[in-house]
């Protein structure tokens, strides 16, 4: 079975091409951005946060996957990447682009959970796990990627790996399953409001 994705984002080669002049090289791999968009197709009228812009190659993704009535909260340190983002995306009302910090960003927010967590940086994934946790709703899904090496890692980021699959396969609130697919995938979905 091939499992390249037949069915792309219209946006997507204009975001890569912007990404290539950019020098920007760490967009969602396909079949990850494939996968973001049949959870996000799963959830009708969701509510999805994206930790990590980039240039918005995984936002069109979620967004190739959503119905009229979801709605995007995408969040990114760097605003010179977010703005090729915004510059294709920003017609599309479901979205919303927050540029800052996505660990202060998840230590501030107040608002209601996410039906999908996509956590595409350090911060709800390597850092401020617990809060980008905390904004998953039951039966909810949180999902990263990037788990085996990738170019640019420190040498100690193995480790780092390790000990963040870990937590996440300890907690009692989530039933997890890793795939060693893609960049290397774990996703995880809420089962009960708190940690027993």
């Known amino acids: ?32 951005g494939s996968l973001l968009a049949a959870l996000a197709a799963a959830r009708p ?25 979801s709605r995007l909260t995408t969040v990114e340190l760097d605003p010179t990447v977010q703005a090729i983002a915004q510059e294709q995306l920003g017609d599309d009302p479901r979205v919303t682009f927050v540029s800052g ?23 709800g994934k390597f850092t401020h796990l617990d809060q980008a946790l905390e904004l998953v709703a039951p039966g909810g899904t949180y999902l990263i990627d990037d788990l085996f090496p990738q170019p640019g890692w420190p040498e100690s980021h193995g480790a780092s790996v390790k000990r963040l699959l870990a937590e996440l396969d300890e907690r009692e609130d989530f039933r997890c399953v890793r795939m060693a697919w893609s960049s290397g995938l774990l996703m995880a979905v809420r089962t009960t409001r708190s940690q027993h």
């Open 45 to 69: 009228a969701g509510r999805i946060l994206e930790l990590g812009t980039g240039v918005g190659e995984g936002a069109a993704w979620l967004l190739s996957g959503m119905d009229s009535d």
């Open 1 to 32: 079975m091939d499992d390249t994705p037949s069915r792309l984002p219209t946006t997507l080669p204009a975001l890569r091409a912007k990404a290539r002049d950019a020098g920007f090289s760490m967009s969602s791999e396909d079949r990850t």
């Open 101 to 123: 910090d996505g660990g202060a960003w998840l230590e501030d927010f107040d608002g209601a959970p996410f039906d999908l967590v996509f956590a595409d940086t350090w911060p």
